[in-house]
């Protein structure tokens, strides 16, 4: 509602401006942008033709005419003179102006006249007095258009859709004098010059669509100043810096299937094959740094949060990605655990995958247990893993080229704290890169003898995970508070196998198990439960639990006072 009450009110100084109320005599009439004073569509990162409309009062005689158009410097980032037009009588010719000419803009925001963070181009006409013509007269109360200014739009995506009314205004030319002015043609009386700007609609670029989208390192760190080429076929369609804004770069090309390539001084060149551009479409991209020869990923391969059970083991498997030809020899790579979420590393069942699961050297090492890992701190170990290739049994080297794909080369078992109240955090520096009090940090060896690889590592946020329930409330469906295992859960767990097993609106499901019935461990719902169940009661055995699905709440004592929101929190059937 605003904008429109916004361009009535234009219209109506437009109106005025050109004489279609009372006006004041002798008075030129400027309307840049649209003559009615309705908003303008501007293609952002495009030239734009921005029209000039004069209308003056009723027999005023112009012999000169000196227009500067200003803009903001972060809308509007140059000038085209060369491609500005005028029209009649601001031709040249026989009966046409004398003098006719675009003149210097200021880009440079800081210098006088122009205020800061405005620069101008100014037009000038000058009627000669030996033709009786010449002079412009133009008194028909109906705009007529004088000139087009030749502007180009930055190329800003923020700007897509937006409404702005203060973009442009009257500037100022590179004199201290030279200020916008309109006089007759005896050049004895200036007047009153009215100019009115449009507000300006910023749509896509007219006929050609838009990619943008994020350059990040391996770090999800962002970078600038990246370099693109657009490609069609073969030929090179676009080359240039892409613009760098607010996080995001920017650039243009017509619709098509394009390979695009991305480069920079500092990081490897990036290729996207077939990529089709439409209108405007997203594409990000992750460079990898020049220095890095092999980048190895200790998590998983998409960054998403490896998922590690309260109290139970958690797979850390490490992969490794080659930008350059690699030959190893041997390799050591420690795994750092913190020891606030992680309570050690089971080196005996960690386990090796091709190409070190045929080296003569293998084993994961508890060696600097309780050892500062390198950058962190004394609340994390370190864990290792040697390999080396002896070539007198025929084992390969470990070889990559760049493009293939991430190889799974070792997995750690890590054993998680059994602190339940760490349940549901995602913690960013639950592992990291580790150091052997032996060997130092992680290096991996060139097998011609040359100096080693430089690694990059990569580590996965973790996601602790337990789950709310209580071992041996088998009715917890129920949901009654304080949770507790009694002779009714053993009525209730053998009254579903009485059902076979198919009445399913008894069971209590969280994340697709029925956790609180599995007494015994071995993930699954048998009778042996109800077993287990019985002998508890006897006072013959404890109850344990699925260690994929760890309780929040291992005993009674482990409760809260008041139930958690949501309670039972049981999944629908």
Not at 172 to 186: F, M, N, Q, S, V
Not at 223 to 228: G, K, P
Request: hydrophobic share 35%; with cysteine.
């Amino acid at each position: 509602m605003s904008q429109v009450v916004i361009s009535i009110i234009i219209v109506m100084v437009i109106a005025l401006s050109f004489g279609q109320a009372a006006a004041q005599q002798d008075t030129a009439y400027f309307a840049i942008g649209t003559e009615d004073g309705s908003d303008m569509a501007v293609g952002i990162g495009m030239w734009n033709e921005l029209p000039v409309f004069y209308m003056g009062d009723p027999d005023i005689w112009i012999g000169d005419i000196y227009h500067v158009l200003g803009a903001r410097y972060d809308i509007f980032d140059y000038f085209d003179s060369s491609s500005c037009q005028y029209y009649w009588p601001f031709t040249e010719g026989e009966n046409g102006w004398s003098i006719k000419e675009f003149g210097d803009y200021n880009d440079d925001t800081s210098d006088y006249p122009n205020p800061p963070g405005w620069h101008s181009l100014s037009f000038t006409g000058n009627a000669r007095s030996i033709y009786p013509d010449a002079p412009f007269l133009h008194s028909d109360n109906v705009p007529v258009m004088i000139l087009t200014y030749s502007i180009r739009a930055v190329r800003d995506i923020g700007l897509l859709d937006q409404t702005i009314c203060d973009a442009l205004g009257s500037g100022r030319g590179p004199h201290e004098d030279a200020i916008p002015h309109c006089t007759d043609t005896l050049g004895t009386t200036d007047f009153v010059m009215v100019e009115s700007y449009s507000c300006l609609w910023f749509s896509p670029p007219s006929f050609r669509s838009v990619l943008y989208g994020i350059a990040t390192d391996l770090n999800n760190a962002p970078i600038e100043s990246v370099h693109v080429t657009i490609e069609n076929d073969l030929e090179e369609i676009v080359d240039e810096d892409w613009t760098w804004i607010d996080g995001s770069y920017f650039c243009m090309a017509d619709d098509g299937t394009y390979t695009i390539k991305f480069n920079h001084d500092e990081y490897f060149e990036t290729t996207v094959e077939d990529f089709e551009i439409s209108f405007w479409d997203s594409l990000d991209v992750s460079l990898w740094p020049d220095s890095t020869d092999v980048t190895i990923w200790a998590g998983n391969l998409d960054g998403e949060p490896i998922t590690a059970p309260i109290s139970g083991q958690t797979e850390v498997n490490i992969y490794f990605q080659a930008q350059e030809h690699v030959c190893g020899e041997d390799i050591m790579f420690p795994l750092g655990i913190n020891n606030g979420y992680f309570e050690s590393c089971d080196s005996v069942n960690s386990q090796t995958h091709y190409p070190f699961s045929q080296w003569s050297i293998e084993d994961f090492n508890n060696l600097n247990e309780d050892y500062m890992t390198d950058g962190f701190g004394n609340t994390w170990d370190s864990y290792s893993f040697f390999g080396m290739r002896d070539g007198s049994y025929g084992d390969p080297p470990f070889e990559m080229a760049p493009g293939d794909p991430p190889l799974l080369g070792l997995t750690f078992l890590v054993n998680t704290s059994e602190d339940h109240a760490l349940g549901g955090l995602i913690v960013n520096d639950a592992i990291g890169p580790g150091y052997d009090p032996d060997q130092g940090p992680a290096y991996l060896g060139d097998c011609s003898g040359g100096p080693l690889y430089s690694l990059s590592q990569l580590f996965s946020p973790v996601r602790l995970v337990s789950y709310e329930y209580l071992p041996g409330d088998i009715g917890m469906r129920n949901g009654g508070w304080p949770p507790m295992a009694i002779g009714g859960d053993v009525t209730y767990l053998v009254g579903y196998f009485r059902s076979g097993g198919h009445a399913e609106t008894h069971r209590c499901d969280l994340d697709g198990f029925w956790a609180s019935a599995d007494v015994n461990g071995d993930c699954d719902i048998l009778g042996s439960d109800v077993t287990r169940m019985v002998n508890y009661f006897r006072g013959m055995t404890d109850l344990t639990w699925c260690p994929d699905y760890p309780p929040a709440w291992p005993t009674y004592d482990d409760l809260p006072t008041e139930a958690p929101e949501g309670w039972p929190n049981c999944e629908e059937y």
